[in-house]
């Protein structure tokens, strides 16, 4: 009878062991998983280029036609996120848009996140970063805009009150 008991409490301490090397094995696998997503952002976010808000109302607002032309930049109004960041506070924000230049216009001219643009108003010094969804290799907006958020922590030090858009 003791032979059965110590063969049975041996196979239960078997089997936790197998379980808790099983979860070690899945919390590495998202982990790394977890580090290509914000290795592969942060690169997208750095190979695009910074404009402070200035040269992004600059570049929004050329037009190459006469009196009443659209302006250039309207026709590359792009899906995707974008990323302002105030050096001021060393704080992020991260949005998603269908037209990310208008979502980002929006914000500075006060129809968008009321911190961003209060601290835009009273000086604050910003720099805006965008990323189209088209080469980023995520499938959804959403996704895109998620993954961004955890990666510049603008969620938990940021100006973001979610930590994004669900699928």
Do not use: C, W
Request: glycine share 10%; charged share 25%.
């Amino acid at each position: 009878m003791l032979f059965l008991f110590e063969f049975g409490s041996s196979i239960l301490m078997l089997l936790v062991f197998v379980i808790l090397v099983l979860i070690y094995v899945y919390l590495r696998d998202l982990s790394k998983q977890k580090k290509l997503i914000q290795e592969q952002i942060e690169g997208l976010a750095n190979n695009t280029i910074e404009l402070s808000p200035d040269e992004f109302f600059e570049m929004r607002s050329a037009s190459f036609g006469g009196r009443g032309k659209p302006r250039y930049a309207n026709q590359f109004n792009f899906p995707g996120v974008y990323i302002l960041y105030n050096y001021s506070k060393d704080m992020y924000y991260v949005g998603q848009g269908k037209k990310v230049l208008d979502r980002v216009n929006h914000h500075f001219q006060g129809r968008g996140n009321g911190d961003v643009y209060a601290d835009y108003k009273y000086g604050d010094k910003f720099t805006i970063r965008m990323v189209g969804l088209e080469e980023s290799g995520f499938s959804s907006l959403n996704d895109l805009e998620r993954h961004t958020i955890e990666t510049f922590g603008a969620y938990s030090h940021g100006y973001n009150k979610t930590r994004g858009n669900r699928s």
